[in-house]
C-alpha cells in the first residue's frame, strides 16, 4: 500500500462528501457560465489525482456529466482498484499513473488537479502532461498549497505514526514559478480562488490531516508540521 493511501481508505467521501468538492464545481460554473446542467452531459473531465473517484462521483451526480467522460488517473493501483468496484461510478474511464508522465490519447474540457502538484519537486513534467491533455478552449483548475513570495519551497516528513521513511507532498511552490513554466505552453492564471471551510475544524488522529485556525491574517489552515497556508485554486486556459 502506499503511504498515502490510508488517508482515503479510512473515509467515505462518497456519501460525505468533502467540502471542497462544492466548491471546485462552483469554480467550475463560474468559469463556465450558469448554463443549465445538461450542458455538462457534453464536456469531457480528467481529475488528476482521483483517489477512489470520490470527487468524479460527485460531479456526476451534481452536474449530471456522461459517466463515458468522466476520467480518473492516480499513482495508486489500491486506489483506483476500490474506484473501480464502486457501482456508481460504473462506466468511468480509470487509469493507473504518474502526473508526471501519463498519456490517455485524448483532450479534456475540463482538467482538475487537486493536492497533487505539491507532491512534485519540479512542477514543468506535471504541467506539460496537462498541456498535452487540455483541449484548446479548455480549462484546468489546480487546487493546494502556494507561495506569493518568489520562493520555491522543497518538504519532506516523516509520519511516524503510519509510516517509517521521509516522504514528499508538502512542497510549496510559488505562483511566480507556475506561471512561468505555463507561458511556455501558451497558458496562463486567468484567476486565482482561495478555498475556506465553513466550519472550525480540529486536530485528529492523524497529525498530518489539518485543521483551520484563525490568525491575525484570517482563518489558515494549519498541520502537524506546524505549516501555515491556504488553500487556493489556480484557473488556467489557453492565452
Known sequence: ????????????????PKQIFSYLLDLLEQNLGSTPPPFFKSKKLLDIGCSRGEFLYF?????????N????????????DE????????GVNFSVGSA?????NTQFDIVFMTG??????????????????LSPNGIAIITGGFNDADVDLITRYRNNRYFNTFEPGWNMHSIHTIR??????????????????????IPQEDPCRSWNIQTENGVKFTNGM????????????RV
Open 100 to 104: 508526471e508522465n501519463f498519456n490517455l
Open 1 to 16: 500500500m502506499k503511504h498515502q493511501d490510508y488517508i482515503y481508505l479510512s473515509e467515505d467521501y462518497y456519501n460525505k
Open 69 to 80: 467522460l468522466l476520467y480518473g488517473l492516480d499513482y495508486s493501483s489500491n486506489l483506483i
Open 116 to 133: 497533487v502538484l505539491s507532491y512534485f519537486d519540479d512542477v514543468s513534467d506535471t504541467i506539460k502532461c496537462i498541456d498535452s491533455h
Open 180 to 201: 512561468k513554466i505555463l507561458k511556455t505552453y501558451k497558458l496562463d492564471i486567468i484567476d486565482i480562488k482561495t478555498f475556506y471551510l465553513s466550519f472550525n475544524s
Open 59 to 67: 460531479c456526476k451526480k451534481s452536474l449530471k456529466f456522461d459517466t
Open 83 to 90: 474506484a473501480i468496484k464502486f457501482d456508481g461510478l460504473k
Open 226 to 237: 506546524s505549516l501555515l497556508y491556504d488553500i487556493r485554486s489556480l484557473i488556467i486556459k
